[in-house]
């Protein structure tokens, strides 16, 4: 079964930070953009960070512009969010996710687009 694994979440205090990791189950990140994803509670899921395949180019919500930074090691073929100077609001569900993107393009974070998606990882923010 293909699929993506996050990992790396957890409780953590405000300020704090934490990376989140994200890789792949039965096939290999080669020609995949990866979007962060994530649902908090009672609210609707949100794109929060992408990466294009080549890892040249990235996209982010504008809030969390300065504090989050996604990253890919294509050796390890893994992606890396991480997450600086958190708050009580960035707690949620983080989801990774994978699109089929073998030509350039800019990553988005349209969900119909991505084909593969983990589980999820909660990251809890609390005093």
């Known amino acids: 079964q293909l699929q993506v694994v996050e990992s790396g979440g957890g409780l953590v205090q405000p300020g704090g930070s934490l990376r989140l990791s994200c890789a792949p189950s039965g096939f290999t990140f080669d020609n995949y953009a990866i979007g962060w994803f994530r649902q908090a509670p009672g609210k609707g899921r949100e794109g929060i960070a992408c990466?294009?395949?080549?890892?040249?180019?990235?996209n982010y919500l504008d809030s969390l512009k300065g504090r989050f930074t996604i990253s890919r090691d294509n050796a390890k073929n893994t992606v890396y969010l991480q997450m600086n100077s958190l708050k009580p609001e960035d707690t949620a569900v983080y989801y990774c996710?994978?699109?089929?993107?073998?030509?350039?393009?800019?990553?988005?974070?349209?969900?119909?687009?991505?084909?593969?998606w983990g589980q999820g990882t909660q990251v809890t923010v609390t005093s």
């Open positions: 996710a994978a699109d089929f993107s073998p030509l350039p393009r800019p990553c988005e974070f349209q969900e119909m687009k991505y084909e593969y």
């Open positions: 990466i294009t395949t080549s890892g040249r180019n990235t």
